[in-house]
T-cell receptor
Framework: DTGVSQDPRHKITKRGQNVTFRCDPISEHNRLYWYRQTLGQGPEFLTYFQNEAQLEKSRLLSDRFSAERPKGSFSTLEIQRTEQGDSAMYLC?????????????FGPGTRLTVL | AQTVTQSQPEMSVQEAETVTLSCTYDTSENNYYLFWYKQPPSRQMILVIRQEAYKQQNATENRFSVNFQKAAKSFSLKISDSQLGDTAMYFCAFRSGTYKYIFGTGTRLKVLA
């Protein structure tokens, strides 16, 4: 079990550029979540998938954000036309099954800096 | 909407001493789960302990225990025999049927040698 992995770990981009992040969940986990964490704050929910279906999206996920999970395995989060306010740590998590008590396992995050 | 409040931005404790981190939450739901996660510096978040709301007994995991007061909507974490490796950000999280976590703003704990 290699845990949840995210790539890249750090991304610096210029305002207006597009960026894409990847998350590889624990292999048998059918649920995958994206969160955003800004400095001094707790993680905020962005979206989640059950297998390949995107079941919930936060109001934080503007039209510039899109997430996919093809074939119910890895997931990508794309931000188009980045803004300085998008600078944050983007966390991915995965969990097994449909029970609320199942813990979510978090990846190390991708730190995005928009200049 | 559910909210989670951690009112202690920073705390410190001497090695081997006991420290309690506070968390309160607000919800109208009856069935939910509460978690404490630890985020060490530059490392990923890991689960410390969890509590099912329908269980009256407080959860315990080795040196970590919770004081769950459902009526007061309070969920504090007690760390006994604090160790240097306990230095981290600690987040309280709420989760219900929607499966997403709602996190507090965190408490930065520093264990002093």
């Amino acid at each position: 079990d290699t845990g949840v992995s995210q790539d890249p770990r750090h991304k610096i981009t210029k305002r207006g550029q597009n960026v894409t992040f990847r998350c590889d969940p624990i292999s048998e986990h059918n649920r995958l979540y994206w969160y955003r964490q800004t400095l001094g704050q707790g993680p905020e929910f962005l979206t989640y998938f059950q297998n390949e279906a995107q079941l919930e999206k936060s109001r934080l996920l503007s039209d510039r954000f899109s997430a996919e999970r093809p074939k119910g395995s890895f997931s990508t989060l794309e931000i188009q036309r980045t803004e300085q306010g998008d600078s944050a740590m983007y966390l991915c998590a995965s969990s097994l099954g449909a029970y609320s008590y199942n813990e979510q396992f978090f990846g190390p995050g991708t730190r995005l800096t928009v200049l | 909407a559910q909210t989670v409040t951690q009112s202690q931005p920073e705390m410190s404790v001497q090695e081997a001493e006991t420290v309690t981190l506070s968390c309160t939450y607000d919800t109208s739901e009856n069935n939910y789960y509460l978690f404490w996660y630890k985020q060490p510096p530059s490392r990923q978040m890991i689960l410390v302990i969890r509590q099912e709301a329908y269980k009256q007994q407080n959860a315990t995991e080795n040196r970590f225990s919770v004081n769950f007061q459902k009526a007061a909507k309070s969920f504090s974490l007690k760390i006994s025999d604090s160790q240097l490796g306990d230095t981290a950000m600690y987040f309280c999280a709420f989760r219900s049927g929607t499966y997403k976590y709602i996190f507090g703003t965190g408490t930065r704990l520093k264990v002093l040698a």
